[in-house]
């Protein structure tokens, strides 16, 4: 705690030194930071959490992959309180000094999708975006929301299995009568629908396969999304999928180290961020 106390926070680390410097430092240079559904306006919203997080880890790009704001709630009850305010300032001020922040809207925040295209205070907003690592692989960069349909579908599609599963099983009856007489063995048709629907009420995996089986199509090495606030760093089909997850429960984003790794970083501040019933004296007190 002390130690963090006497090191300035970001900048001044030399390149050269970064590498050694990544574990014992508060200001851990990376290349790129990968975070989404932030939800700023709603009371779950950990923005001292995530101020702390990009206070240690100034970055040469910052990718913001949707539902940073969330315009639903706000829409019902006005909520904002001065570290939310702190965020929004901290993200401008990254611009400001450099950093290239690039705000890709989610559907909580969809009201920003009509400037897809346009820049604000140095923030580029883009419908999706396509973020090359520094070995040359390309990730596509999508909040995920458009993949509800895709998985809505396969759950309806579920939901009239299991109806039909009652049918399916007098029809196998059947159909075993049948294969008896031709002297066949037995094989079981119900075994083989409560496998199918039981995978296809699975929804993260569902969604998770989606969003790599489009990105697998459009010919990137790999996605990065949000949305269904799972983090999430694996490879499905050949394609590397991530996700960065959420700053409401699993505090956690996507990074890519200097050197192009990757890494899912799940943030546990145990040090100066305070727990949410002093953050009102906090704001008292500014
Ligand atoms: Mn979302």
Redesign the pocket.
């Known amino acids: 705690m002390a130690f963090d106390a006497v090191i300035p926070p970001g900048g001044g680390i030399a390149a050269a030194g970064a590498q050694e410097l990544a574990h014992a430092s508060p200001g851990r240079r990376v290349r790129t930071v990968f975070v989404s559904?932030i939800h700023l306006g709603t009371p779950g919203c950990q923005a001292l959490a995530l101020l702390d997080f990009l206070k240690h880890h100034p970055c040469e790009q910052l990718y913001l992959v949707?539902?940073i704001v969330d315009g639903w709630q706000l829409r019902k009850r006005w909520f904002w309180p001065q570290p939310h305010n702190d965020v929004v300032q901290k993200l401008l001020r990254a611009a400001r000094k450099g950093c290239r922040v690039i705000y890709v809207p989610?559907?909580?925040d969809e009201f920003a999708r009509q400037f897809d295209g346009q820049s604000f205070g140095g923030i580029e907003v883009a419908r999706e975006a396509v973020h090359t690592m520094a070995d040359g692989r390309r990730l596509w960069v999508v909040?995920g929301?458009d993949f509800d349909a895709v998985v809505q579908c396969a759950k309806w599609l579920a939901y009239v299995g299991d109806n039909l599963y009652e049918l399916m099983l007098r029809l196998n009856r059947h159909l075993n009568r049948l294969r008896g007489r031709l002297g066949l063995p037995y094989w079981s048709l119900s075994a083989y629908l409560k496998h199918k629907v039981k995978k296809a009420l699975n929804y993260v995996t569902d969604f998770e396969q989606a969003v790599a089986g489009e990105a697998r199509r459009r010919g990137y090495q790999g996605v990065v999304c949000?949305?269904i606030h799972r983090a999430e760093m694996r490879s499905i089909g050949g394609v590397l999928y991530c996700n960065d997850g959420d700053w409401v429960e699993s505090r956690s984003a996507l990074v890519e180290h200097l050197d192009g790794t990757l890494e899912l970083v799940h943030w546990a501040p145990t040090h100066e961020v305070p727990p949410a019933r002093s953050s009102r004296t906090l704001q008292e007190a500014s």
Request: aromatic share 0%.
């Open positions: 559904d949707g539902d989610g559907n909580h909040h929301d949000g949305h």
